[in-house]
């Protein structure tokens, strides 16, 4: 079953773009500073970011889930502006379609382009869940100011271009995939200063066992699910040669697939997010990730058409 090409979604092309807070006289800043993470904190983010996933189970509690998404910055919506892009860095090249780039292509350029790269000492995901699937060096990588705070809060190192763009080469081969995040919540995880805010950018190396934000997202309610979006690639399931085992629904970090009633694998494109993980689950082959949507040019662009992220790195 093939798709068609979609349009990219601008639902949100009508937000205002961010906008640097407001730091009164610093204080904000200093108070940012101070919660940020440094290696004595470092096993009290571990429990924070565990507690993180347990709270988005109840989401759409009554009470509880306001409260949540509050605290996460998740609301008001028109004002707050978390935001990822998932950038495969699998796709299978005999479906290119389209695309004169492929998602890997765009997240080594985003790193060409960066003035300073640093990464985190070890991915704080897999350490807070102690994973024994994947690495815990292969973590993310930090553009700019962002990176400079990461490695002055000495949870981090400077790194060079040409080691950063063999750990993505490595994360695509461990099978992990690509994410670039700007979750706003974090800026009190890292201690960001406000204006160090505009230029942070996060690439990810995510595992579907332990990432925070694929978890996150899986137990999410629409309105935060939307601000995780795919790059332009996408599950789709071959009905013929799909046996209806199933095994690819629970993995889905989105909950997008279900059966229909043919006993089928179905893909929620609205959710889908192009990550993969159900292929690697298929062991009939019968899904591929293919381009479904136009891809933009740039890590940047998705930022700033889909986020409302107009990003300095």
Known sequence: ???????VSTEENTKPVYQVKKSWLGISDWIVDKVGVRPATWNFILKVFRMIVKGSKHMEAPVFGPIYKRLMKFTPEEKTYSHGTVLNLNVDVSD???SKVLPIDLVKDMLRHASY???ANVCLCRAGNDCQEYPKEVCCLFMSNSGRTVVDHKVGYPISLEDALARVDKAAELGLIGQALWVEVEQYIWGFSNKTMENFVEMCFCCPCCCVALNLSKNASRDVKKRFRPSGWTAIVDEETCVGCEACVEP???AAITMNENGKAV?????CVGCGICKTHCSVEAIKIKQTMPMRSSVQEY???DGRLNLKI
């Open 1 to 7: 079953m093939e798709s068609k090409m979609n349009t």
């Open 303 to 305: 930022f700033l058409e």
């Open 117 to 119: 790269i640093a990464s």
């Open 252 to 254: 889905c970090p989105q």
């Open 267 to 271: 893909v929620n494109q609205e959710y």
């Open 96 to 98: 290119k379609g389209e």
